[in-house]
C-alpha cells in the first residue's frame, strides 16, 4: 500500500509538472492533521490513536470554561463562552469572576427577545454572523446560546434570552443565529434543553408534560436548530420523566440522537451532572461545572473528582462499564474540535468593529416595538426643549442580569443617545424613581452613580415641574437586570412595574399631553395606566447601542417595524398558570441530595398543555392589553384580498399570497403573520397558530406581494398516541393578519 502510494504521488507530481504547475506537495502528516480529508476521517484517525485516559479528559472540564484536548497528538482544548448576547469577559481559571484582562471589552449585541421582535430571519444571520465573529476573534470554540425556551410565564426571569412564546417563531429566528455563528468556526450551543421555562428552583424542579405539547410547543426549536445544523446542545438544570435533562434518556438519547439524529455535542450546564452511571449512559457528551471549585480545593474537589472523570476511569479499568459510550462520546467532541479550532477553514474573526456597532445598531432599531400612537406624538417633530425621565434612561443595562453579562467596550444610554440625535435640543434629565442604583457582576463594574437622596414622591414632584415648559416629555422606565427583575436565577414576584413607577407614570400623564412611555424589559408587564399614556413603544435590552437605537426611532431615522413576540396579557390572572402544580411546582416525595443537604424536587405540570401565549387568551376569548404579533408602524398598510395557490391538495404544499401596500407617506417594513386554523378537527386545537411570516419593505404608495408556502407539517397537529404528525383531511383556513388580533383577510382550502 505504501509503495502504490509513493508510486502514485510520483505520478502527481510528474503530471503536474508536465502541465507546468508547481507540484501540490501531498500531506504527508497523520491523517487527523490532513485538512484536506473529509471530517470524519480525521475523526476516526484521531480517535484510533487516543488512550482511554485521553478520550474521558474530553468529557468533563479542566477548568470553568475550558475541556481538555489531546497536548500529546496536538489537538487543542475546547473553550467554551457565554452568552447569547455577546462574548462574555474572561473569567479566572476556576472563578465566576472576571480575570481583569484589557482586551475582552466587546460589543454587546440586543437582547434575543429583540431580535425575535424584528421577526426578520435576514437579522437573525447577520447577529450570528458578527456574535460568532467576536467568539472566533476571542479565541473560543463554542458559543454558549442561543436560547430558546419557550415564554410560558411572564414572570420568568431569563425570558429576555429567548426568542416568545411561538415556536415557529423561534424555529425561524434560531436556524440562521446558528449558522452564522458557525460560519466563523465557532459552535452555537443551543439552550437550554429542554424544559427550563423558569428561573424560581431551576435546579430541582421535574417537569410533567404531555408528549403533544412537548412536541410542539417546547421542542420545535431545539429540532429547527438541530435540524439548522448545530453542532452543540446544552442540557437544562432541571428534571423530565424524574431524570435530570443533562443525562435524560428520553430528551437526549430517544428524541435529540435518536429522532433527530443529532451529530453534535450535548455539554451540560453548569453544575447540571449529578450521576456518574446516567451521565455514561444517558447521552450526556461534556461535562461543566460541577460542583466543585477546581484546583484550588485538592483532590477532594478537582475536575478529576468530576462525575466523568476519576469514577468514570474507575468504572472502564473495573470492568464495570465499556468504552462504547466513551467513543461516542469523543467521537462527538473530536467532530466538534474539527469542526471549530482544527477547522480547515482558519477562520479569524473581527472583534468590536464599526460593522459590529452597526449591526447592533440596526437589529435594536429594528426590534423596537412601536405600541400606540396616538396624535402621532412620534417621531419627535418641532421640540425645542425635552425632559426625559426615568432611570432606565441612564442605567447600563450590559452589566447583571446573569451568565448573559457582559463587559462591554462602551454603552450609548437612550439619555444620551437621544442628546445625540437631537443635538440642538435642550434635553433636560429627572431620574423620576430609584430602582437598582448597584452595578456590578462578577467583578464587572458599570463604574456609574445612582446613587439619590430624594424621596420617591420628591423624584415624582421634581419630574412633574419640570414637565412645565417641555415640548415632550419621555419616560424611560421598565424593568432591569436586578435580581427578581429580568435576571437569571429568580422570576419575578411581580407582574406590575417595580420601584412605584407606576405612580410616576401617572403624574406624568396627568401633567403632559405629549407624554411618550418607554418600557425597557424583557418581558410583558402590567399598564394600568395605558388609557392615559398617547405614545408608548416597547424597547429591549440593547446593549452597546441601546441609545442610539431607541433614538433612532423615536426621531424617525428609522421606521419601527417590529411586532411582539409574546402576549401583554391585562394581568396574570388571564394568564394559563392557575395553581401551584401549574408554576412554580409544589414540593414532592423525591430529593435532591444536593451539596448543601437534601432538597424537595419541585413537581411540576403543565396543565395548561399547548394553550401557552395566545393559543391560551384566544381559546378563552381573553382579549390581551396588546396581542402577539402587534406593532404599529410611523406609516400604514393596505392588504389586499389573500389568495391560495390551490382549492384542493392532497399534500399540503399550498402557497398563500397577499399584497400589501404601504398607504402612508414614508417608508416602512411591514410582517405580514399567516395563521392557520383547522376547523374541522378530531382533537382540540389553538383557534389558529402562527404558520408562516414575511417582513416586507415597501415605499410610500409602493405594493409587493407576500407569499408563504405552507407544508403538511404546517397544517399536522402531534398525536401522542401514534407518536407521529397527523394532518387530517378538510377544510383548512388560512388567517393573514398584521398581528394574531388583527386579521386582514382570510382564504380555505381544502386537505384531499
Ligand atoms: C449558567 C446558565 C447557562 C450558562 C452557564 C455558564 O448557569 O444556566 O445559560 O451558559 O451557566 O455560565
Keep these: 500500500m505504501k509503495n502504490l502510494n509513493l508510486a502514485s504521488s510520483a505520478l502527481l507530481v510528474a503530471l503536474a509538472l508536465s502541465c507546468g504547475q508547481p507540484a501540490k506537495k501531498a500531506f504527508d502528516g497523520p491523517a487527523y492533521l490532513d485538512e484536506s480529508l473529509p471530517l470524519e476521517e480525521r475523526v476516526e484517525d484521531a480517535l484510533s490513536r487516543m488512550t482511554t485516559e485521553e478520550k474521558v479528559a474530553l468529557t468533563h472540564a479542566q477548568s470553568k470554561f475550558s475541556s481538555a484536548g489531546v497536548p500529546r497528538l496536538g489537538i487543542p482544548e475546547v473553550w467554551c463562552t457565554d452568552g447569547p448576547h455577546g462574548i462574555r469577559a474572561e473569567v479566572l481559571w476556576d472563578e465566576w469572576d472576571q480575570a481583569g484582562w484589557t482586551s475582552d471589552s466587546c460589543t454587546a449585541f440586543p437582547a434575543l427577545t429583540a431580535l425575535a421582535a424584528s421577526w426578520d430571519p435576514s437579522l437573525a444571520g447577520l447577529y450570528g454572523t458578527v456574535i460568532g465573529e467576536e467568539a472566533r476573534y476571542r479565541k473560543k470554540d463554542v458559543l454558549l446560546g442561543p436560547g430558546v425556551n419557550i415564554y410560558r410565564s411572564p414572570l420568568n426571569g431569563r425570558n429576555f434570552e429567548y426568542m416568545g412564546e411561538d415556536p415557529f417563531l423561534a424555529s425561524r429566528m434560531v436556524v440562521p443565529y446558528v449558522q452564522g455563528v458557525q460560519s466563523n468556526n465557532v459552535a452555537a450551543c443551543v439552550k437550554h434543553y429542554a424544559l427550563n421555562n423558569q428561573e424560581t428552583a431551576r435546579f430541582f424542579t421535574n417537569v ?188 447600563m443595562m450590559t452589566v447583571g442580569g446573569g451568565s448573559s453579562s457582559l463587559k462591554a467596550q462602551h454603552e450609548v444610554s437612550p439619555l444620551d443617545g437621544l442628546r445625540e440625535a437631537l443635538p440642538g435640543v435642550e434635553i433636560v434629565y429627572e431620574r423620576g424613581y430609584v430602582g437598582d442604583a448597584g452595578g456590578e457582576y462578577n467583578g464587572v463594574t458599570t463604574g456609574q452613580d445612582l446613587s439619590e437622596k430624594r424621596s420617591a414622591a420628591q423624584l415624582i414632584a421634581d419630574a412633574v415641574k419640570a414637565a412645565q415648559g417641555a415640548d415632550y416629555v419621555i419616560y424611560i422606565g421598565g424593568l432591569n437586570k436586578s435580581d427578581h427583575q429580568d435576571a437569571e436565577g429568580a422570576d419575578r414576584e411581580l407582574y406590575g412595574l417595580p420601584y412605584g413607577q407606576d405612580a410616576v407614570i401617572e403624574a406624568l400623564a396627568a401633567t403632559h399631553p405629549k407624554l411618550v412611555v418607554v418600557n425597557i424589559s424583557g418581558n410583558a408587564v402590567a399598564m394600568p395606566w395605558v388609557s392615559r399614556v398617547p405614545a408608548l413603544v416597547q424597547d429591549w435590552y440593547l446593549g452597546s447601542e441601546a441609545g442610539h437605537s431607541l433614538a433612532d426611532v423615536l426621531t424617525g431615522a428609522v421606521n419601527p417595524s417590529g411586532k411582539l413576540p409574546f402576549t401583554f396579557p391585562v394581568a396574570m390572572e388571564d394568564g394559563p398558570l392557575k395553581t401551584a402544580e401549574q408554576y412554580p411546582g409544589v414540593p414532592g416525595d423525591r430529593k435532591w441530595e444536593s451539596s448543601f443537604g437534601a432538597v424537595p424536587i419541585l413537581e411540576e405540570t403543565y396543565s395548561e398543555g399547548i394553550y401557552v401565549g395566545y393559543r391560551w387568551y384566544e381559546s378563552k376569548q381573553i382579549a390581551p392589553l396588546f396581542p402577539f404579533g402587534y406593532g404599529l408602524s410611523y406609516t400604514t398598510f393596505a392588504y389586499g384580498e389573500p389568495k391560495v395557490s390551490k382549492a384542493v391538495t392532497t399534500d399540503g404544499s399550498v402557497s398563500v399570497s397577499v399584497p400589501v401596500t404601504n398607504t402612508g407617506s414614508v417608508a416602512g417594513a411591514e410582517v405580514v403573520q399567516f395563521y392557520v386554523a383547522d376547523p374541522e378537527a378530531s382533537v382540540d386545537r389553538p383557534v389558529k397558530e402562527l404558520k408562516g411570516f414575511d417582513k416586507v419593505w415597501l415605499e410610500p404608495g409602493e405594493t409587493k406581494t407576500v407569499t408563504v408556502q405552507l407544508t403538511r407539517e404546517s397544517l399536522s397537529f402531534f398525536d401522542a398516541a401514534r407518536h407521529a404528525w397527523v394532518a387530517e383531511p378538510g377544510r383548512f383556513d388560512v388567517l393573514v393578519g398584521a398581528s394574531s388580533a388583527d386579521i386582514r383577510g382570510t382564504v380555505s382550502f381544502e386537505l384531499k
Design 208 to 395: 410533567t408534560v404531555d408528549d403533544r405539547t412537548l412536541y410542539e410547543i417546547y421542542l420545535p426549536a431545539f429540532k429547527a436548530a438541530v435540524e439548522g445544523g448545530a453542532w452543540a446542545i446544552m442540557g437544562s438544570y432541571n428534571l423530565y420523566k424524574g431524570q435530570w435533562n443533562c443525562h435524560n434518556q428520553y430528551l437526549l438519547n430517544d428524541i435529540l440522537k435518536g429522532e433527530w439524529g443529532f451529530d453534535g455535542v450535548v455539554i451540560s450546564d453548569w453544575g447540571g451532572v449529578h450521576d456518574t452511571d446516567q451521565a455514561i449512559t444517558n447521552g450526556l457528551d461534556m461535562e461543566f461545572g460541577s460542583w466543585t471549585n477546581g484546583l484550588t480545593m485538592g483532590m477532594t474537589n478537582a475536575y478529576d473528582s468530576y462525575f466523568l472523570a476519576a469514577p468514570y476511569l474507575d468504572r472502564i479499568r473495573s470492568g464495570k462499564v465499556g468504552v462504547t459510550e466513551l467513543d461516542d462520546k469523543a467521537r462527538r467532541i473530536l467532530r466538534l474540535i474539527f469542526r471549530t479550532s482544527m477547522s480547515p477553514e482558519h477562520k479569524r474573526g473581527k472583534f468590536t468593529s464599526p460593522e459590529h456597532y452597526a449591526a447592533a445598531r440596526k437589529i435594536g432599531a429594528e426590534g423596537i416595538v412601536l405600541l400606540k400612537n396616538e396624535g402621532d406624538v412620534l417621531p419627535i417633530k418641532d421640540a425645542r426643549k425635552i425632559l426625559v425621565v426615568g432611570e432606565n434612561a441612564v442605567k
